[in-house]
C-alpha cells in the first residue's frame, strides 16, 4: 500500500458479510455503550459500527471516512435507518483530521485492522486522537488492542506450476493455507493497545526455536484483536487472515534457536517489513 489513506469497497463489502467479525464488534458495542455516551467510528465503511452504537443507545455518534463514494454509501445507510440525526457523517483523513473544538469521545470504535497492522493506519489514526485531545484514560476503544505473533515457516511457493514469492493472506477457508507449515515455537512479535499513543515505527530482537530440521524460507503472522475484556477474535473472513511472508531461505536443525531482528513502521505495507537474521 503507498502512504495514502487506504480505500477499498471490496474490503468494506467483505467486513460487512463477514457476520462473525461483525456480531463479534456488535456484541462488543452493545456491553460497553451506554446512552450517556458520544461515539466516534473511524474508517465506518457501510456504517455498521456506527448502527450498532445506534442500536446500543449512545446519545450521538460521529462516523469518519475519508472515501467519498464509501462515505455516500455510509450516510445513505445512516439515513434509511432512520439515523440521519444521531449519526453524523464525517469526512476526511482519520491520521490528521481536525475534529471540532471541545469535543470528547467517550467510546472509539476503530476498525482499521490489518494483521500485525502492516497495512492500514489505525496507529496513525489512533495518535492523531490523542495529539488532538479528543479522547482521554477514561474512554472505550473498541478494540482495546491487537496482539501479534510471529513464527518461522516452511512454504511451498509452488503455485500453477511456478515459483511465486510473493506476501500471501492465508485467509479462513483458503485452499491454500496446508502449503505454509510453521517449523518454530510462535513469539509474541507485539501487543498494541490504543488507549495510549505509539510509535509508529517498530523493531524487536526475537529468538525462535525450531521444531524440525528443515529448510526456513519465510515467517507466518497471526493477529488476535481483543474487543473488550471479555471478547476477543482471532482470524476471521475479513479480520487477522494470518500472513505468510518470504524471506532468505536458510536450513535449520531441529531443536536450534536462531535470532532475528524484525522492523517497519505501522501502516507502511510488506514493503517495508524488514526480517533480518542476526545469528
Ligand atoms: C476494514 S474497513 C472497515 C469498515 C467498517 N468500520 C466495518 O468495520 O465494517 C476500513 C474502513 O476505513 C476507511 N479508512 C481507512 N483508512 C482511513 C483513514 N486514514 N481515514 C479515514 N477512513 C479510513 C476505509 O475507507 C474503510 O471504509
Do not use: W
Given at each position: 500500500m503507498e502512504d495514502k489513506a487506504f480505500s477499498?469497497?471490496?474490503?468494506?463489502?467483505?467486513?460487512?458479510?463477514?457476520?462473525?467479525?461483525?456480531?463479534?464488534?456488535?456484541?462488543?458495542?452493545?456491553?460497553?455503550v451506554k446512552p450517556r455516551h458520544t461515539v466516534l467510528d473511524v474508517g465506518t465503511g457501510s456504517g455498521i459500527m456506527s448502527l450498532f452504537a445506534a442500536e446500543a443507545g449512545a446519545k450521538q455518534i460521529f462516523a469518519l471516512e475519508h472515501d467519498?463514494?464509501?462515505?455516500?454509501?455510509?450516510?445513505?445507510?445512516?439515513?434509511?435507518?432512520?439515523?440521519?440525526?444521531?449519526?453524523?457523517?464525517?469526512?476526511?483523513?482519520a491520521r490528521n483530521f481536525k475534529y471540532q473544538r471541545n469535543i470528547h469521545f467517550d467510546v472509539v470504535i476503530m476498525e482499521m485492522l490489518t494483521t500485525g497492522m502492516v497495512d492500514e493506519f489505525q496507529i496513525q489514526a489512533v495518535n492523531n486522537l490523542h495529539d488532538k485531545g479528543v479522547v482521554n484514560k477514561n474512554t472505550i476503544f473498541i478494540p482495546q488492542a491487537q496482539k501479534t505473533y510471529i513464527s518461522l515457516a516452511e512454504t511451498n511457493f509452488n503455485l500453477y506450476g511456478f515459483e511465486i514469492k510473493m506476501v500471501q493472506y492465508l485467509w479462513e477457508g483458503f485452499p491454500g493455507r496446508h502449503r505454509c507449515k510453521i517449523v518454530s515455537d510462535?513469539?509474541?512479535?507485539?501487543?498494541?493497545?490504543?488507549?495510549?499513543?505509539?510509535?509508529?515505527?517498530?523493531?524487536?530482537?526475537?529468538?525462535?526455536?525450531?521444531n524440525k530440521s528443515t529448510m526456513v524460507n519465510s515467517i507466518f503472522l497471526s493477529s488476535v484483536t481483543i474487543l473488550t475484556d471479555n471478547f476477543?477474535?482471532?482470524?476471521?473472513?475479513?479480520?487477522?487472515?494470518?500472513?505468510?511472508?518470504?524471506?532468505?531461505?536458510?536450513?535449520?536443525?531441529?531443536?536450534?534457536?536462531?535470532?532475528?531482528?524484525?522492523?517497519?513502521?505501522?501502516?507502511?505495507?510488506?514493503?517495508?517489513l524488514s526480517v533480518i537474521l542476526i545469528k
Open positions: 477499498s469497497i471490496d474490503l468494506v463489502g467483505q467486513c460487512l458479510t463477514d457476520s462473525k467479525r461483525t456480531e463479534a464488534f456488535r456484541n462488543a458495542i452493545k456491553s460497553m467519498n463514494y464509501v462515505a455516500e454509501i455510509a450516510k445513505i445507510n445512516f439515513s434509511k435507518n432512520g439515523f440521519n440525526k444521531k449519526i453524523k457523517l464525517l469526512k476526511g483523513d510462535k513469539k509474541l512479535l507485539h501487543e498494541v493497545y490504543f488507549s495510549l499513543p505509539k510509535d509508529e515505527s517498530f523493531v524487536q530482537i526475537i529468538d525462535f526455536k525450531s476477543k477474535i482471532g482470524d476471521t473472513l475479513s479480520l487477522n487472515g494470518p500472513v505468510v511472508f518470504p524471506i532468505k531461505p536458510f536450513k535449520i536443525k531441529k531443536n536450534q534457536s536462531v535470532k532475528f531482528r524484525i522492523s517497519y513502521r505501522f501502516g507502511g505495507g510488506f514493503k517495508n
